[in-house]
């Protein structure tokens, strides 16, 4: 049994550890090192051990047994203070491992690869190196833990003093089960992927935060932002700032929704969006005709708004943009000259965000106190569904690009959602009403005489043809809704005594 202190190291990022390993020879420590590890740290010059002379044993299979030994584990896991655990090391003759500095095969760069097949997956799920990190964890009163590269120069100063606080080994320790807990969690959701597990009987997820938030949805609540790394689609979390102040709890929940509503549009559009609701939807042949839309459709309620944009910002687009008070622009690029005039206004966040991203068939997760609830993001499109024609009448073509406008529209507007468009844009948007009259009242009241010639959408069917006799009365002309009530022969004839066509798509979009 050695009386000097020895350190393991055995990292796959190497990056920071000779000067590390340096530190610890300087120190008194004897470092033993697995293969590569142990190369890297000889062409510095390092001073160091094979781990093969503490095992007594080769490295076999190609690496996937190298450490897996009592020599080592005893070592880590052996109580200093408990003199049965002593006595054992020394019959048979284990020396003690006092620091293991384990960085772990990087398994999730490897599965965000594209075409990254099963077997390089596989290869990559490291499992001598959470051993070794789990059993220093456990024993972190006598071993000291080190997983992260950010903790060298940390720990170095410690030592060079002498001491390392019980808290400063308890925080390595937790830093350690907190690491292999979601590593562990890449690769369950890695073979939960390709099992195409829907509901697996356990939720197990992990994020790494993005930011801490200055406070939450109010200045009492204390909040940050995560990203899911192995998340392939298009994420805000991805999103990079150009210009203006950090973003807030409610900027991300709200960038957020209109990002999700401007992927659902192909020409150009602008959305934007008022806790987290579109207040102003528009599409166009240009940019600037599509954001003047959005604006047009809601002047009050777009100040001090999120816009997004589903094509670069031009310099006229962002002329216009300009004049009002905006909280966020979230578009795929800024033109230089879009970015010269934006930028003239200091707090105004510009994001950009690759919406070129594949499709991500991600869950949509909900919290309940003590629970969560999992489904399928909602990516019912219009293109879709089955459309009928359930009236006598069958809308124009201008109505038919209306209604496919609002269905696309009201598919993000909280329930019960109403939405009355017309020429690509919206005019009335009634949203998150306990009953689906008074949210259509909100949006006739809204679109008021420009309700006339317009379309209505309803985000669920009608359980009585009450909202279909306000619309007539707002001169609507034209309606999209699921269907489906045991009364919608009650819409359908109040529809028809209008003149109305109505439409169903068979789809509902409930959003809560
Ligand atoms: N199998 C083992 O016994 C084992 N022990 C340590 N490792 C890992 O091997 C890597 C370092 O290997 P090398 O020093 O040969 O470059 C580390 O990421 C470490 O976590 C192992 N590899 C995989 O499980």
Request: with cysteine.
């Amino acid at each position: 049994m050695t009386e000097k202190k020895r350190a393991l190291i055995s990292v796959s990022n190497k990056e920071g550890i000779i000067d590390f390993a340096q530190d610890l020879c300087r120190l008194g420590y004897e470092v033993i090192s697995t293969g590569g590890t142990k190369h890297a740290l000889e062409q510095a010059a390092v001073n160091v051990h094979s781990i093969s002379a503490v095992t007594e044993f080769p490295e076999i299979l190609e690496g996937r047994v190298k450490t897996l030994h009592p020599n080592v584990h005893a070592g880590l896991l052996a109580k200093r203070d408990d003199d049965s655990h002593m006595e054992q090391l020394g019959e048979l003759n284990i020396g003690t491992i006092d620091l293991v500095v384990v960085n772990l095969y990087p398994f999730k760069s490897t599965v965000t690869k594209p075409g990254v097949t099963e077997e390089e997956a596989i290869e990559n799920i490291d499992i001598g190196g959470p051993t070794m990190l789990r059993s220093a964890a456990k024993n972190f009163r006598d071993v000291l833990p080190v997983v992260d590269p950010e903790d060298y120069t940390t720990i170095i100063s410690y030592l060079e003093q002498g001491h390392v606080p019980m808290e400063v080994r308890r925080n390595l320790a937790y830093k350690v089960f907190a690491h292999t807990a979601s590593y562990d969690t890449y690769i369950s959701t890695y073979m939960a992927e390709q099992l195409e597990l829907e509901t697996p009987p356990t939720y197990t997820r992990t994020y790494e935060q993005v930011q801490s938030l200055r406070y939450g949805e109010n200045p009492h609540q204390k909040a940050a932002f995560y990203r899911d790394p192995l998340f392939k689609g298009v994420s805000l979390a991805k999103a990079e700032q150009l210009n203006g102040k950090e973003l807030s709890y409610n900027n991300i929940q709200d960038a957020n929704a209109a990002l999700e509503i401007v992927l659902d549009f192909n020409g150009p559009t602008a959305v934007a969006v008022k806790h987290m609701n579109p207040c102003g939807v528009g599409t166009g042949d240009s940019l600037v005709e599509a954001y003047e839309r959005a604006y047009e459709a809601d002047p009050v309620s777009i100040f001090g708004g999120i816009v997004a944009v589903n094509e670069e910002v031009d310099a006229a687009t962002a002329e216009k943009m300009k004049d009002i008070f905006l909280e966020i622009i979230i578009a795929p690029s800024f033109s230089q000259e879009a970015i010269d005039i934006l930028t003239t206004k200091k707090n105004l966040r510009l994001l950009t965000v690759d919406m070129n991203q594949p499709a991500h068939n991600e869950k949509k997760v909900t919290h309940v106190a003590g629970g969560l609830l999992v489904q399928d993001v909602d990516q019912g499109t219009f293109e879709g569904v089955d459309v009928s024609v359930a009236t006598d009448r069958e809308p124009t073509e201008a109505e038919w690009a209306d209604l496919k406008f609002g269905w696309k529209v009201v598919k993000h507007v909280k329930s019960n959602a109403i939405v009355v468009a017309k020429d690509s844009q919206t005019i009335g948007v009634g949203a998150g009403q306990m009953n689906r009259v008074g949210a259509a009242k909100i949006a006739f009241e809204q679109a008021g005489g420009k309700a006339h010639g317009a379309i209505m959408a309803s985000d669920a069917f009608f359980p009585m043809p009450d909202t279909v006799e306000d619309a007539a009365e707002s001169g609507v002309t034209a309606i999209i809704q699921p269907g489906g009530s045991k009364r919608d022969q009650d819409s359908i004839d109040a529809c028809n005594k209008h003149g109305i066509a109505m439409v169903f798509t068979g789809m509902r979009h409930f959003k809560h």
